[in-house]
Nanobody, 120 residues
Framework: QVQVVESGGGFAQSGGSLRLSCAVS????????MGWFRQAPGKEREFVAT??????NIRYAVSIKGRFTISRTRNEVYLQMNNLEVEDTAVYYC???????????????WGQGTQVTVSS
């Protein structure tokens, strides 16, 4: 059974940085497109970033472009978050799928989420 596990959330001040990590077990990591999504209280889950199997095809949400960077190695995917804003506060989810996509329904496996809290 494929499992997705995130780590690295926590607290940061506005303007600070955090890095999220995500790994896949029970499957072959290189088979999957990996994505990051987030959900703030009272809001719908929204797309953040996605990276293709090769790492060459990357897409970002407009709201975080230029501040966040998605990358992957052979075994993990990362989300480097710089210049954090209070509006970035949310639960961040890592997801694995078969198609490079910005829609949550395109992803097959999801992690449990990790909380990111940014204070002013």
């Amino acid at each position: 059974q494929v499992q997705v596990v995130e780590s690295g959330g926590g607290f940061a001040q506005s303007g600070g940085s955090l890095r999220l990590s995500c790994a896949v077990s029970g499957g072959t990591f290189s088979d999957y497109i990996m994505g990051w999504f987030r959900q703030a209280p009272g809001k719908e889950r929204e797309f953040v970033a996605t990276v293709s199997r090769s790492g060459r095809n990357i897409r970002y949400a407009v709201s975080i472009k230029g501040r966040f960077t998605i990358s992957r190695t052979r075994n993990e995917v990362y989300l480097q978050m710089n210049n954090l804003e209070v509006e970035d506060t949310a639960v961040y989810y890592c997801a694995a799928g078969r198609t490079v996509a910005t829609l949550a329904r395109s992803y097959d496996y999801w992690g449990q989420g990790t909380q990111v809290t940014v204070s002013s």
